[in-house]
Protein backbone atom coordinates (compact mmCIF):
# COMPACT_ATOMS: atom_id res chain seq x y z
CA UNK A 1 0.00 0.00 0.00
CA UNK A 2 1.68 3.34 -1.17
CA UNK A 3 0.41 5.36 2.08
CA UNK A 4 2.02 8.67 0.43
CA UNK A 5 -0.38 8.41 -3.08
CA UNK A 6 -3.41 7.83 -0.43
CA UNK A 7 -2.25 10.84 1.48
CA UNK A 8 -2.40 13.10 -1.51
CA UNK A 9 -6.16 11.60 -2.10
CA UNK A 10 -7.60 12.52 1.36
CA UNK A 11 -5.13 16.00 1.73
CA UNK A 12 -1.90 17.60 1.60
CA UNK A 13 0.82 14.86 1.84
CA UNK A 14 3.52 17.05 2.74
CA UNK A 15 1.90 17.79 6.10
CA UNK A 16 2.95 16.79 9.36
CA UNK A 17 1.78 18.18 12.70
CA UNK A 18 4.85 16.78 14.41
CA UNK A 19 8.98 16.67 13.18
CA UNK A 20 10.69 13.75 13.97
CA UNK A 21 11.02 9.72 13.25
CA UNK A 22 8.40 8.80 15.61
CA UNK A 23 5.82 10.85 13.87
CA UNK A 24 6.47 11.04 10.43
CA UNK A 25 4.24 8.78 8.55
CA UNK A 26 5.61 6.12 6.49
CA UNK A 27 5.78 6.01 3.00
CA UNK A 28 4.60 2.70 2.44
CA UNK A 29 2.93 -0.28 4.43
CA UNK A 30 2.92 -4.24 3.08
CA UNK A 31 1.04 -6.50 5.10
CA UNK A 32 0.85 -10.17 4.34
CA UNK A 33 -0.84 -13.27 6.04
CA UNK A 34 0.28 -17.12 5.88
CA UNK A 35 -1.10 -20.46 7.75
CA UNK A 36 1.31 -21.39 9.54
CA UNK A 37 0.03 -25.73 10.02
CA UNK A 38 -1.36 -24.57 13.09
CA UNK A 39 -2.31 -21.23 12.80
CA UNK A 40 -1.82 -17.82 11.34
CA UNK A 41 0.51 -15.50 10.94
CA UNK A 42 -0.18 -11.25 9.88
CA UNK A 43 3.02 -9.94 9.48
CA UNK A 44 2.92 -5.66 8.69
CA UNK A 45 5.95 -4.12 7.15
CA UNK A 46 7.01 -0.21 6.85
CA UNK A 47 10.01 1.85 6.38
CA UNK A 48 12.11 2.61 9.75
CA UNK A 49 9.92 4.00 12.04
CA UNK A 50 11.40 2.73 15.27
CA UNK A 51 14.74 3.52 15.40
CA UNK A 52 14.07 6.61 18.04
CA UNK A 53 13.04 2.97 20.05
CA UNK A 54 15.38 0.48 19.09
CA UNK A 55 18.69 2.26 19.29
CA UNK A 56 18.36 3.28 23.18
CA UNK A 57 16.00 0.80 24.95
CA UNK A 58 16.31 -2.20 26.46
CA UNK A 59 14.67 -6.01 25.16
CA UNK A 60 11.47 -7.59 26.29
CA UNK A 61 11.43 -10.20 28.69
CA UNK A 62 9.45 -13.38 29.66
CA UNK A 63 12.02 -14.55 32.94
CA UNK A 64 9.14 -13.44 35.45
CA UNK A 65 6.01 -15.14 33.50
CA UNK A 66 4.60 -18.33 35.52
CA UNK A 67 3.57 -20.83 33.17
CA UNK A 68 -0.09 -20.76 33.74
CA UNK A 69 -0.19 -17.19 33.42
CA UNK A 70 -3.31 -15.56 31.27
CA UNK A 71 -1.40 -13.57 29.34
CA UNK A 72 1.43 -10.82 29.80
CA UNK A 73 2.86 -7.68 27.86
CA UNK A 74 6.55 -6.60 27.83
CA UNK A 75 7.88 -4.04 26.33
CA UNK A 76 11.46 -2.22 26.55
CA UNK A 77 12.19 1.37 26.65
CA UNK A 78 15.20 4.16 27.45
CA UNK A 79 14.72 4.65 30.91
CA UNK A 80 16.59 8.41 29.76
CA UNK A 81 14.07 11.21 30.60
CA UNK A 82 16.28 13.70 28.37
CA UNK A 83 15.96 10.61 25.71
CA UNK A 84 12.53 11.46 25.94
CA UNK A 85 12.36 14.90 25.88
CA UNK A 86 14.68 14.93 22.48
CA UNK A 87 11.97 12.93 21.34
CA UNK A 88 8.84 14.43 22.50
CA UNK A 89 10.35 18.19 21.25
CA UNK A 90 9.39 17.49 17.91
CA UNK A 91 5.90 17.95 18.56
CA UNK A 92 4.17 21.34 19.20
CA UNK A 93 1.39 21.20 21.18
CA UNK A 94 -0.49 23.76 19.59
CA UNK A 95 -0.48 21.70 16.44
CA UNK A 96 -2.35 18.64 18.14
CA UNK A 97 -5.46 20.53 19.60
CA UNK A 98 -7.96 21.67 17.33
CA UNK A 99 -7.67 25.89 17.48
CA UNK A 100 -3.89 25.78 18.01
CA UNK A 101 -4.12 26.05 21.91
CA UNK A 102 -4.75 23.28 24.79
CA UNK A 103 -6.47 26.14 26.55
CA UNK A 104 -7.05 29.79 26.16
CA UNK A 105 -3.70 31.49 26.03
CA UNK A 106 -2.64 33.25 29.56
CA UNK A 107 -2.62 37.33 30.33
CA UNK A 108 0.43 38.24 30.59
CA UNK A 109 -0.26 38.59 34.71
CA UNK A 110 -1.45 35.07 34.79
CA UNK A 111 1.99 33.66 33.89
CA UNK A 112 0.63 30.00 33.59
CA UNK A 113 0.45 27.69 31.23
CA UNK A 114 1.92 26.73 28.41
CA UNK A 115 3.53 29.19 25.65
CA UNK A 116 2.45 29.27 22.19
CA UNK A 117 5.59 27.03 21.25
CA UNK A 118 5.46 24.58 23.73
CA UNK A 119 5.97 21.19 22.82
CA UNK A 120 5.23 17.31 24.33
CA UNK A 121 8.71 17.61 25.96
CA UNK A 122 6.99 20.35 28.05
CA UNK A 123 3.93 18.57 28.76
CA UNK A 124 6.16 15.97 30.35
CA UNK A 125 7.97 18.16 32.55
CA UNK A 126 4.69 19.61 33.78
CA UNK A 127 3.48 15.93 34.51
CA UNK A 128 6.55 15.09 36.22
CA UNK A 129 6.22 18.73 38.18
CA UNK A 130 2.82 17.41 39.41
CA UNK A 131 4.02 14.14 40.27
CA UNK A 132 6.90 16.07 42.52
CA UNK A 133 3.87 18.39 43.94
CA UNK A 134 1.54 15.93 44.76
CA UNK A 135 3.99 12.78 46.19
CA UNK A 136 7.74 14.34 47.19
CA UNK A 137 8.65 12.22 44.32
CA UNK A 138 11.39 12.95 41.91
CA UNK A 139 10.24 10.75 39.80
CA UNK A 140 13.33 11.24 37.45
CA UNK A 141 15.96 11.04 40.26
CA UNK A 142 14.20 8.69 42.22
CA UNK A 143 12.80 6.37 39.81
CA UNK A 144 13.65 6.41 36.20
CA UNK A 145 17.14 7.02 37.09
CA UNK A 146 17.58 3.80 38.42
CA UNK A 147 15.90 1.16 36.13
CA UNK A 148 17.31 -0.74 32.76
CA UNK A 149 14.24 0.16 30.62
CA UNK A 150 12.28 -3.75 30.94
CA UNK A 151 8.51 -3.94 32.00
CA UNK A 152 6.58 -6.52 32.25
CA UNK A 153 2.48 -6.89 33.42
CA UNK A 154 1.25 -10.42 33.38
CA UNK A 155 -2.03 -11.70 34.23
CA UNK A 156 -1.53 -14.93 36.75
CA UNK A 157 -4.31 -17.57 36.64
CA UNK A 158 -5.31 -18.24 40.14
CA UNK A 159 -4.26 -21.51 41.67
CA UNK A 160 -6.83 -22.18 43.53
CA UNK A 161 -10.76 -23.04 42.97
CA UNK A 162 -12.76 -19.67 43.46
CA UNK A 163 -9.58 -16.97 43.73
CA UNK A 164 -9.37 -14.15 41.75
CA UNK A 165 -6.85 -13.22 39.04
CA UNK A 166 -3.97 -11.74 40.47
CA UNK A 167 -1.81 -9.06 38.29
CA UNK A 168 1.95 -7.98 38.75
CA UNK A 169 3.83 -5.48 37.40
CA UNK A 170 7.79 -5.51 37.34
CA UNK A 171 10.28 -3.07 36.54
CA UNK A 172 14.32 -4.08 35.80
CA UNK A 173 16.63 -2.14 37.47
CA UNK A 174 20.12 -1.54 37.33
CA UNK A 175 22.58 -3.88 39.64
CA UNK A 176 23.74 -1.09 41.72
CA UNK A 177 20.16 0.76 42.79
CA UNK A 178 18.54 -2.04 44.85
CA UNK A 179 18.91 -0.08 48.42
CA UNK A 180 18.07 3.31 46.31
CA UNK A 181 15.15 1.94 44.79
CA UNK A 182 13.70 0.54 48.38
CA UNK A 183 14.58 3.71 49.82
CA UNK A 184 12.19 4.95 46.85
CA UNK A 185 9.91 2.35 47.95
CA UNK A 186 9.48 2.91 51.14
CA UNK A 187 8.64 6.60 51.20
CA UNK A 188 5.74 6.03 48.62
CA UNK A 189 4.83 3.30 51.09
CA UNK A 190 4.56 5.36 53.71
CA UNK A 191 2.85 7.79 51.62
CA UNK A 192 0.40 5.50 51.22
CA UNK A 193 -0.21 4.37 54.80
CA UNK A 194 -0.69 8.22 56.18
CA UNK A 195 -3.57 9.18 53.36
CA UNK A 196 -5.16 6.39 53.34
CA UNK A 197 -4.80 5.32 57.41
CA UNK A 198 -4.06 1.00 55.83
CA UNK A 199 -1.42 -1.04 57.80
CA UNK A 200 1.74 -1.55 55.95
CA UNK A 201 3.25 -5.13 56.73
CA UNK A 202 6.69 -7.28 56.08
CA UNK A 203 6.31 -10.07 54.09
CA UNK A 204 7.31 -13.18 55.79
CA UNK A 205 10.63 -14.38 54.37
CA UNK A 206 11.52 -11.68 52.64
CA UNK A 207 14.24 -9.02 52.81
CA UNK A 208 12.15 -5.08 51.54
CA UNK A 209 8.64 -6.46 50.47
CA UNK A 210 5.56 -4.88 52.16
CA UNK A 211 2.04 -5.40 52.24
CA UNK A 212 0.54 -1.80 51.62
CA UNK A 213 -3.64 -2.93 51.85
CA UNK A 214 -5.71 -5.72 53.81
CA UNK A 215 -7.71 -6.29 55.77
CA UNK A 216 -10.37 -6.85 53.66
CA UNK A 217 -9.36 -4.79 50.91
CA UNK A 218 -7.61 -6.01 47.68
CA UNK A 219 -3.24 -6.24 49.15
CA UNK A 220 -1.23 -4.69 47.28
CA UNK A 221 2.75 -5.11 47.74
CA UNK A 222 6.28 -4.61 46.13
CA UNK A 223 9.05 -6.93 46.19
CA UNK A 224 12.79 -6.28 44.90
CA UNK A 225 14.35 -9.66 43.86
CA UNK A 226 16.93 -10.40 41.35
CA UNK A 227 16.90 -7.15 39.35
CA UNK A 228 13.50 -6.63 39.11
CA UNK A 229 10.89 -4.23 41.35
CA UNK A 230 7.58 -6.19 41.04
CA UNK A 231 4.13 -4.86 42.15
CA UNK A 232 1.73 -7.23 43.12
CA UNK A 233 -1.87 -7.56 43.82
CA UNK A 234 -1.10 -10.30 46.43
CA UNK A 235 1.30 -12.57 48.30
CA UNK A 236 0.71 -15.31 46.15
CA UNK A 237 1.12 -13.08 43.05
CA UNK A 238 5.20 -11.87 44.32
CA UNK A 239 5.91 -15.14 45.71
CA UNK A 240 5.35 -16.58 42.46
CA UNK A 241 6.70 -14.13 40.35
CA UNK A 242 10.07 -14.35 42.82
CA UNK A 243 9.93 -18.83 42.57
CA UNK A 244 9.77 -18.21 38.54
CA UNK A 245 12.84 -15.82 37.93
CA UNK A 246 14.86 -18.08 40.52
CA UNK A 247 13.89 -20.87 38.53
CA UNK A 248 12.13 -23.22 41.53
CA UNK A 249 8.69 -22.93 39.39
CA UNK A 250 7.82 -23.49 35.51
CA UNK A 251 8.01 -20.22 33.26
CA UNK A 252 5.58 -19.76 30.30
CA UNK A 253 8.96 -19.51 28.13
CA UNK A 254 9.00 -23.42 28.97
CA UNK A 255 5.89 -24.45 27.72
CA UNK A 256 5.42 -25.64 24.56
CA UNK A 257 1.99 -24.05 23.55
CA UNK A 258 4.22 -20.53 24.21
CA UNK A 259 6.95 -21.77 22.14
CA UNK A 260 5.62 -22.65 19.41
CA UNK A 261 3.36 -19.26 18.93
CA UNK A 262 6.51 -16.92 19.35
CA UNK A 263 8.88 -18.90 17.37
CA UNK A 264 6.75 -17.29 14.24
CA UNK A 265 8.22 -13.68 15.44
CA UNK A 266 11.56 -13.78 13.27
CA UNK A 267 13.04 -10.58 15.23
CA UNK A 268 13.99 -8.97 18.38
CA UNK A 269 10.89 -7.41 19.59
CA UNK A 270 10.71 -4.15 21.48
CA UNK A 271 6.95 -5.09 22.57
CA UNK A 272 5.99 -8.39 23.33
CA UNK A 273 2.12 -9.35 24.38
CA UNK A 274 1.37 -12.62 24.93
CA UNK A 275 -2.68 -14.16 25.62
CA UNK A 276 -3.60 -17.59 26.19
CA UNK A 277 -6.81 -17.46 24.35
CA UNK A 278 -7.99 -21.07 26.07
CA UNK A 279 -7.07 -20.53 29.56
CA UNK A 280 -9.27 -17.01 29.21
CA UNK A 281 -12.22 -18.10 27.75
CA UNK A 282 -12.12 -20.85 30.52
CA UNK A 283 -12.11 -18.34 33.24
CA UNK A 284 -14.59 -16.47 31.95
CA UNK A 285 -16.86 -19.22 31.31
CA UNK A 286 -16.01 -20.60 35.20
CA UNK A 287 -16.66 -17.13 36.21
CA UNK A 288 -20.16 -16.99 35.12
CA UNK A 289 -19.43 -14.00 32.67
CA UNK A 290 -20.45 -15.08 29.36
CA UNK A 291 -24.30 -15.94 28.14
CA UNK A 292 -23.12 -18.78 25.71
CA UNK A 293 -21.88 -21.84 27.40
CA UNK A 294 -21.98 -23.50 24.56
CA UNK A 295 -19.76 -20.70 22.12
CA UNK A 296 -17.68 -20.52 24.93
CA UNK A 297 -17.08 -23.98 25.17
CA UNK A 298 -16.34 -24.45 21.24
CA UNK A 299 -13.64 -21.28 21.44
CA UNK A 300 -11.83 -22.81 23.96
CA UNK A 301 -11.48 -26.20 22.20
CA UNK A 302 -11.12 -23.82 19.18
CA UNK A 303 -8.48 -21.22 19.80
CA UNK A 304 -4.66 -21.19 21.09
CA UNK A 305 -2.68 -18.82 22.20
CA UNK A 306 -2.38 -15.38 20.63
CA UNK A 307 1.05 -13.01 20.54
CA UNK A 308 1.34 -9.52 19.02
CA UNK A 309 4.91 -8.42 18.68
CA UNK A 310 6.44 -4.87 17.74
CA UNK A 311 9.81 -3.98 16.70
CA UNK A 312 12.64 -4.30 13.64
CA UNK A 313 14.42 -6.74 11.57
CA UNK A 314 17.12 -4.22 11.25
CA UNK A 315 15.97 -2.87 7.70
CA UNK A 316 11.90 -2.51 8.35
CA UNK A 317 9.86 -2.13 11.16
CA UNK A 318 7.41 -4.77 11.82
CA UNK A 319 4.46 -5.60 13.55
CA UNK A 320 3.56 -9.50 13.87
CA UNK A 321 -0.02 -11.44 15.01
CA UNK A 322 0.36 -15.11 15.37
CA UNK A 323 -2.89 -16.57 16.39
CA UNK A 324 -2.61 -20.74 16.97
CA UNK A 325 -5.19 -22.64 16.37
CA UNK A 326 -5.50 -26.56 18.09
CA UNK A 327 -4.30 -29.54 16.02
CA UNK A 328 -7.95 -30.67 15.40
CA UNK A 329 -9.02 -27.26 13.90
CA UNK A 330 -6.00 -26.05 11.64
CA UNK A 331 -6.60 -26.30 7.99
CA UNK A 332 -5.79 -29.35 5.88
Known amino acids: MDLAWLAGRMGDPDRSLCSGVPFDTPEWLMVSADWIGDGLVVDLATPDVTSWWTDTSADVTDAIVPAGALGFVSIGFDPDIDRW ?3 LDG ?53 FDHLRGQLVIAAHSP ?21 ALAGTMDGIAGGVTSLTGVSLHQLPGAGRPARLMEDGTPSLGYLLHGG ?43 L ?17 IGSDD ?28 VLTLHPSTTPV
Open 85 to 87: REV
Open 91 to 143: CEIAGLIPGGYLFDPPSDEDGGGFDQGATLADALDLALGFVDLGTGLDAEADL
Open 159 to 179: DREGSSVEVVAALSYRPLSAN
Open 228 to 270: FLTIGTGTDALKTTVAVQQGTREAVSDTDRYRRTVEHISYDPL
Open 272 to 288: LAYVDLASVIDRIGSAG
Open 294 to 321: GLLSMLSQWLGPMALAVGTDGDYSRATL
